[in-house]
Nanobody, 120 residues
Framework: QAQLVESGGGLVQPGGSLSLSCAASGSIFRISSMGWYRQAPGEQRELVATAPSGGSTNYVDSVKGRFTISRDNAKNTVALQMNSLKPEDTAVYYC??????????????WGQGTQVTVSS
């Protein structure tokens, strides 16, 4: 088994910045996709950004130009730098990873979630 542990988040004023990080540990052969999702109260969980292994990053339109996802394959970590935050970015943010424990066997894993609140 593997697990994802998130850190970061908190309360920030509109226009401010926050950084999230996520570390994968456990039984890891390789990790294909890593990314971040978020879920606001009363809303469905939505994709924020993804960083496929060896591929280009992808962002939901609402965060393009403001958020940056980065991945360290050697450390099995993924980070999300969030700038110019808006109140509508308020949500619980979840780290995601598809982790292979062997060459062909994989499972999807989620972090515990971290609250990001943008408010004056």
């Amino acid at each position: 088994q593997a697990q994802l542990v998130e850190s970061g988040g908190g309360l920030v004023q509109p226009g401010g910045s926050l950084s999230l990080s996520c570390a994968a540990s456990g039984s890891i052969f390789r990790i294909s996709s890593m990314g971040w999702y978020r879920q606001a109260p009363g809303e469905q969980r939505e994709l924020v950004a993804t960083a496929p292994s060896g591929g280009s990053t992808n962002y939901v339109d609402s965060v393009k130009g403001r958020f940056t996802i980065s991945r360290d394959n050697a450390k099995n970590t993924v980070a999300l730098q969030m700038n110019s935050l808006k109140p509508e970015d308020t949500a619980v943010y979840y780290c995601y990873a598809r982790i292979y424990r062997t060459m062909f066997q994989s499972n999807d894993y989620w972090g515990q979630g971290t609250q990001v609140t943008v408010s004056s």
